[in-house]
């Protein structure tokens, strides 16, 4: 069985579970479904704007194809609840992507 196959087979009880949504985006860019791990991202960040590791990934996943814009709002967005969530590693990684970014 695949790491997806495990992972959709446990969202199968816990479908609104951040953690596995965010490891199942992962295992969805390992094999280029950006898509289905865009989707993913977004769901977690609607329902659950605190999980900031998903906006570094979400914003990577933009910037790969092209959607620069957007990369950077989400890289703001993520370092506001980096900020207000005390998080320096966070903010400081989601701040030097977007600089790279912007450069």
């Known amino acids: 069985?695949?790491?997806?196959?495990?992972?959709?087979?446990?969202?199968k009880t816990s479908?609104?579970?951040?953690?596995?949504?965010h490891a199942l985006a992962l295992e969805y860019i390992k094999i280029g479904n950006d898509e289905e791990a865009r989707k993913l991202f977004n769901e977690i960040l609607l329902r659950e704007p605190t999980y900031i590791g998903s906006y570094y990934h979400l914003g990577k996943l933009l910037e790969r194809v092209a959607d620069f814009e957007r990369a950077i709002r989400v890289?703001?967005?993520?370092?506001e609840e980096a900020k207000r969530a005390g998080d320096?590693?966070?903010?400081?990684?989601?701040?030097?992507a977007l600089e790279d970014i912007e450069e």
């Open 75 to 79: 890289y703001k967005r993520g370092m």
């Open 1 to 11: 069985m695949s790491r997806i196959e495990k992972l959709l087979e446990y969202m």
């Open 88 to 96: 320096n590693h966070s903010y400081n990684e989601l701040q030097a």
């Open 15 to 21: 479908d609104k579970d951040s953690f596995l949504q």
